[in-house]
């Protein structure tokens, strides 16, 4: 079960990521992705988090991640973390916009 937070930049990204913890998941189980890769790394190294790499998506994918484009990778990305279609695309329009999205996830 994933838990989805939609935020607007760093600050509350770093609120979001305390609740999550605060509710038991570790930093390796909390992801941040954003649609600008520069500030999807910066964040995610800043606020000590988890990058979705080949544990949570396999070699194939983490591979063919870098013959896509930004949205299919995180598509990709978004799905092999459990996230349905429909919380796909609403996450994707979302960073579409400018936004941060951070997902809890036990079973990545």
Same mark, same amino acid.
């Given at each position: 079960?994933?838990?989805?937070?939609?935020?607007?930049?760093?600050?509350? @990204?770093? =609120?979001?990521?305390? /609740?999550?913890?605060?509710?038991? $998941?570790?930093?390796? +189980?909390? $992801? *941040?992705? @954003?649609?600008? =890769?520069? #500030?999807?790394?910066? *964040? !995610?190294?800043?606020?000590?988090?988890?990058?979705?790499? *080949?544990? +949570? /998506?396999?070699?194939?994918? &983490?591979? @063919?991640?870098?013959? #896509? %484009? #930004?949205?299919?990778?995180?598509?990709?990305?978004?799905? %092999?973390?459990?996230?349905? !279609? @429909? &919380? !796909?695309? #609403?996450?994707?329009?979302?960073?579409?916009?400018?936004?941060?999205?951070?997902? &809890?996830?036990?079973? &990545?």
């Amino acid at each position: 079960m994933e838990n989805i937070k939609i935020v607007e930049n760093g600050v509350e @990204a770093r =609120q979001e990521i305390a /609740q999550f913890r605060m509710q038991g $998941y570790t930093k390796d +189980e909390i $992801y *941040l992705l @954003a649609h600008d =890769q520069n #500030r999807s790394e910066h *964040l !995610t190294d800043v606020l000590n988090i988890n990058k979705v790499g *080949l544990g +949570e /998506q396999g070699v194939f994918e &983490a591979v @063919a991640n870098v013959f #896509r %484009s #930004r949205g299919d990778e995180l598509r990709s990305k978004l799905e %092999s973390l459990g996230l349905s !279609t @429909a &919380a !796909t695309e #609403r996450c994707e329009e979302k960073m579409d916009q400018g936004k941060v999205i951070i997902v &809890a996830s036990k079973s &990545a």
